[in-house]
């Protein structure tokens, strides 16, 4: 017996959450860094980490989209998405300015 409530979505609520998580992941390597972050061998971790983080949040953002009728969190799936590409882009420009 449910009572009522929806069954949550859950990946298109971690979908939604995955930029939060790159971004925190970011404001802990530059807490590392400080003002070497690009001479440091974090930055290689930037490379590699924050893209990672951001191309799951898409993919998570993609999967639930045929389930938003029996699941909801429309919400959470579109913006989840449309976060994930933003700051994907955002990171592309930030690598063409840090070269």
């Known amino acids: 017996m449910t009572n009522g409530l929806k069954k949550a979505n859950t ?3 971690a979908g939604f959450l995955a930029p939060f998580v790159s971004a925190g992941v970011l404001c802990g390597l ?6 070497e972050f690009k001479s440091s061998k974090i930055f290689i971790i ?3 980490a924050i ?6 949040g898409i993919v998570l953002g993609i999967k639930p989209i045929p389930h938003i009728p029996e699941l909801g969190d429309k919400d959470y799936a579109y913006s ?3 976060l994930n590409i ?13 070269s």
Request: charged content about 5%; aromatic content about 18%.
């Open 80 to 82: 989840g998405l449309f």
């Open 11 to 13: 990946r298109a609520i």
């Open 86 to 98: 933003f700051f994907l882009v955002v990171f592309v420009l930030s690598l063409i300015y840090l």
């Open 30 to 35: 530059l807490l590392i860094t400080g003002d």
């Open 46 to 48: 930037y490379q590699i």
């Open 51 to 56: 893209p990672l983080i951001l191309i799951t």
